[in-house]
């Protein structure tokens, strides 16, 4: 099973930090790629330098118009929203189809069109909370924390130490 995540609409100027930690998240929680329905060369810039320098073969994407990226997408569609069915009462269906996922989170008012278009709208708590949250909470519960095992060749690794920093380089 491969995780794929869609930004739905980003703002340039108010949203550059918060869809770079949208990319930084879904790389490291275990997606292959995040989708963007605008682009911002500044967002997949700073994305390959963490890639270059850290390793793995995360993507960014820009895919335009967002509904036309749901509608071809070939697996389940997931839109995390306050507004969806609990995480505890989903998530068992999710990761029993066996099949790939697009994982939808929203900036700004998400348009009524995504929660049709999704196969599941799913709620990560029932009050207001970063988008960012969000995923890496819907992530590590899809991946059932086995996503911290993955090895992201080519690049610097982190030492595990109790005190102190060790970096150690390809």
Do not use: C
Request: aromatic share 10%; net charge positive; hydrophobic share 35%.
């Amino acid at each position: 099973m491969n995780v794929y995540v869609l930004r739905i609409g980003h703002r340039f100027e108010r949203d550059k930090r918060i869809s770079t930690h949208l990319a930084l998240t879904s790389r490291a929680f275990g997606a292959e790629k995040i989708f963007f329905d605008v682009k911002d060369s500044r967002v997949a810039e700073s994305i390959g330098k963490i890639t270059g320098g850290w390793g793995g073969d995360f993507k960014v994407e820009y895919s335009g118009k967002y509904a036309k990226t749901i509608r071809e997408f070939e697996g389940d569609v997931i839109h995390l929203t306050m507004y969806g069915l609990p995480l505890d009462e989903t998530l068992k269906k999710i990761k029993n189809s066996g099949k790939d996922k697009l994982v939808i989170v929203g900036g700004g008012k998400v348009p009524s069109e995504v929660y049709e278009l999704a196969d599941y709208n799913v709620s990560v708590g029932s009050q207001p909370h970063s988008e960012v949250a969000a995923l890496a909470v819907f992530l590590d519960r899809l991946f059932e924390g086995k996503q911290f095992l993955k090895e992201f060749n080519g690049g610097k690794i982190i030492v595990p130490q109790a005190r102190g920093k060790k970096v150690s380089e390809p």
